[in-house]
T-cell receptor, first 114, second 114 residues
Framework: SAVISQKPSRDICQRGTSLTIQCQVDSQVTMMFWYRQQPGQSLTLIAT?????????ESGFVIDKFPISRPNLTFSTLTVSNMSPEDSSIYLCSALTSGQVEQYFGPGTRLTVT | AQSVTQLDSHVSVSEGTPVLLRCNYSSSYSPSLFWYVQHPNKGLQLLLKYTSAATLVKGINGFEAEFKKSETSFHLTKPSAHMSDAAEYFC????????????FGRGTSLIVHP
């Protein structure tokens, strides 16, 4: 298993600014993912964070808006750039460990854009 | 390609009565199937998983699910609901088609009445 922490847990940001969310796993993992969960909705995969290379983005998400870093096997960041109220969501980090197929999730970052 | 359909957006039961949350899937790969639970303002917790072993899978907190390939279903059940079961439940299908692809259902809100 893996224990995942995220920082910040919540934030209120102004339109046009950027926020970087950090995701830390307590052990080395093979894959890390970033999800968005809009109010009352299910989870939508933003991208797979690849260690040492550019993230793989899902349809509808672009690097300029959601730049992602993954410098090592236990850490990743997601930046929400040039924010608008439509970016108000919970952002969740998840990880997949070697030999397992289930994802472990962080507690999420609740973002409100005003 | 793969998809998952949770047939009910809300399920309401009385405490002590059985719970049934329905999930149908489609997948071009040999799927792994999961149920996650999300309590209000909390992260996601894995309830149980199916990974091509036993078709009846037992999870935490008395939940279980049965994989039925002929019906492409993976319904979640519990014999007797408890007030603490009130939460959002997500059915997830994942598979490998060159890359790991997780897909979330829209979620089912379980309401438990005293």
């Amino acid at each position: 298993s893996a224990v995942i922490s995220q920082k910040p847990s919540r934030d209120i940001c102004q339109r046009g600014t950027s926020l970087t969310i950090q995701c830390q796993v307590d052990s080395q993992v093979t894959m890390m993912f970033w999800y968005r969960q809009q109010p009352g909705q299910s989870l939508t995969l933003i991208a797979t964070a690849n260690q040492g290379s550019e993230a793989t983005y899902e349809s509808g998400f672009v690097i300029d808006k959601f730049p992602i870093s993954r410098p090592n096997l236990t850490f990743s960041t997601l930046t929400v750039s040039n924010m608008s109220p439509e970016d108000s969501s919970i952002y969740l980090c998840s990880a997949l460990t070697s030999g397992q197929v289930e994802q472990y999730f962080g507690p999420g970052t609740r973002l409100t854009v005003t | 390609a793969q998809s998952v359909t949770q047939l009910d957006s809300h399920v309401s039961v009385s405490e002590g009565t059985p719970v049934l949350l329905r999930c149908n899937y489609s997948s071009s790969y040999s799927p792994s199937l999961f149920w996650y639970v999300q309590h209000p303002n909390k992260g996601l917790q894995l309830l149980l998983k199916y990974t091509s072993a036993a078709t009846l899978v037992k999870g935490i907190n008395g939940f279980e699910a049965e994989f039925k390939k002929s019906e492409t279903s993976f319904h979640l059940t519990k014999p007797s609901a408890h007030m603490s079961d009130a939460a959002e439940y997500f059915c997830v299908v994942s598979g490998w088609g060159g890359s790991y692809i997780p897909t979330f259902g829209r979620g089912t809100s379980l309401i438990v009445h005293p």
